[in-house]
Structure formats: C-alpha cells, structure tokens
C-alpha cells in the first residue's frame, strides 16, 4: 500500500513537491523519497509526524498517511483553499472513507470544514506531541482558529482513506485508551472555547474533526 500511495501521490499532481517519508524500523522506502528520515524504533506518530516536518523545506506542508490514495488534481485543490482566503490556515478536501459513514460525491465548491487525515497548512505550525495519535490534528486546527484563522475543504477532488489498513493495533484495547487520553486532553485544553470548531469536534466524541463542514 506504501508504494501504491507514493505512486499515486506523485502521478496525480502537476505541481512539484517534496517527498518526505518517515519510516520507523523497517528501511524500505529511502529510494522513493525526496527527503527522507529513518527511525529505529517509533515513539509516538505525532513524534514521527513531527520529524517529518522538521525535514520539510516547503512553504505548505501536508500530512498525508499511506492509507490514503488521492485522485487527480489533489494538491491544486489544497493550494486553491489558500489563494481564494486569505484567512485559510488548513485545507483538505472531502473523503470517501472505508469503514465509516463518510462519502461525499465531488462537487465545485468549498467548505469551512476539515479532514485530518490528508490536511495541508503553512510550514511552522507542528503537531503537539501530548497527544499520541489521534486527537492532535483537531487540537491544530483549534490553535489555528484561535490565532484568527479558519479550516477550508475543497469539494471537488475527493480521496480514498483505507482506514488503518497499514496498522493491524488499531483496533486494540491500547489504541481505544489512547483515544480516551486524546479525548481528555482535547476537552481539557477546548472544552470551554467559545470556537465553533471546538463545539463540532466535541459533538462527534472520539471522530475528531472528520465531517464538520459549514455551508
């Protein structure tokens, strides 16, 4: 599925881009990437999240999993959320996703709304690393309302999102207190904020900013 991805990412975008790959353990994919960071062993995603991000020399950076197979014109798409509004902090675009309720039809509009799993924002702002997976993309988002800007989804390019296909611990006892602790420290940290983004997250309970777009 890795390589697919890479693959995928790369013919389906005229625009150039660097490449960073991130592997933990395994030492497969130093060949296919622009920049790449190996690690021996993972400590946290948000961690290995953050060391690619690190790496990056980009102006925007995306985080992008290899569970995800975009379809042509997908970094246009995010790169037009930025140069139609001028407040736009992240873009990403809508989702068919295997396994959940989420299927949008393509459509020649933009959203306020976000999808984190394939979301896109300027080089500087990283992933907190209290969280360890899940949780830390919505947690973003929330720091980039509360600095005065707004989340933008694209409609008219829709990707694919194999859920956790790549990790066989997602469904775990482990992974499912991981999400307790991500839930807590989200409500903590946003439980009180008057943000309309903090209040949709919160309603959707552990589907942390998945499908809250606003017309």
Not at 58 to 80: R, S, Y
């Amino acid at each position: 599925m890795t390589e697919a991805a890479i693959k995928i990412y790369r013919d389906t975008t005229a625009v150039p881009f660097e490449l960073v790959v991130v592997e933990t353990g395994s030492a497969h994919f130093g060949k296919a990437a622009d920049t790449y960071v190996h690690r021996a062993s993972r400590t946290t995603l948000v961690n290995d999240i953050n060391a690619g991000l690190n790496a990056a020399s980009g102006e925007f950076v995306v985080q992008a999993g290899n569970d995800i197979f975009v379809k042509p014109g997908w970094l246009e798409a995010l790169l037009e959320c930025f140069g139609r509004f001028s407040d736009c902090g992240a873009a990403s675009l809508a989702v068919q996703e295997i396994g959940a309720r989420l299927a949008h039809e393509s459509a020649p509009f933009i959203t306020e709304g976000w999808y984190g799993p394939l979301m896109m924002w300027r080089r500087g702002w990283r992933l907190d690393e209290a969280y360890e997976s899940v949780g830390s993309d919505s947690d973003l988002v929330m720091r980039l309302y509360a600095a005065g800007l707004r989340a933008y989804r694209n409609h008219r390019v829709v990707v694919l999102h194999l859920n956790n296909q790549t990790w066989q611990g997602a469904q775990s006892e482990a992974y499912h207190q991981m999400e307790e602790r991500a839930h807590r420290t989200f409500v903590e940290r946003w439980g009180q904020s008057p943000l309309w983004a903090a209040t949709m997250i919160l309603r959707g309970g552990l589907v942390f900013g998945r499908e809250f777009d606003r017309g």
